[in-house]
């Protein structure tokens, strides 16, 4: 007997050590210790009794952790589908490509250098920042983005802690509708859109590009806006 307890107690002490890792396996292994403890607890019931509330947390933050893990790596899924079906032969960016563009566009597009670069197929973009409900305590959060041109579509999975739950959300957007996926109440609001809806989706896509693009202009010379000003 006293080896079985021996033997859950190494399995709770990696499955710690695997959780501070941040593996996927964690939640199983933990699963797996609680079971047998629980079982042990039974044995000795009389003494070992208390340790049942102990199994209880624990199962709950595995349950939640087995979960969310689940919840990233359909994110992560299609992330890489999409980086599949968006891999093509690189194109380089010609002056031909500006001449339907009106011309403060061309202007623009010419003046940061676009002309003679490849193509990008896609982009990722990380945050980092602070959310929180009217009235409510802030709460830090951090998000990754990945847009796809060819095929119009955005792939949003933002993380956050409240009250120290980690809640997940995942926004995706394609040719096939928009859906919102959200684990903190383990909930999937999915809808299909109208063509009116989708061209809404598809302007707010191209807003955000443009805006993106903008930003990262900026970065790298103050003096653009004295140039977008100049063509107004």
Sequence with gaps: MGLLWLLTGLLFMVSTVLNIMKKDTWPILAIIAVLVSQILIFIAWKDAKFGTIANIIILVAAIIGF???HFENKYKEDVRSAIEKSQTDSEIITE???EHLPLAVKKYLAY???VGKP???NVRIVFEGQMREKGKDWFPFTSEQYNFFNTPTRLFFMKAKIKGLPTYGYHKYDREGASMLNNSIRSTILSKL????MQQMTFRF???LIET???MAKSQNRGLNNFIESLV
């Design 67 to 69: 979960a969310s893990n």
């Design 96 to 98: 031909r490509d500006l």
């Design 112 to 114: 940061v250098g676009v």
């Design 119 to 121: 193509k990008i197929n």
């Design 194 to 197: 109208r063509r009116g809806c």
């Design 206 to 208: 191209n807003k955000d």
């Design 213 to 215: 693009a903008r930003d």
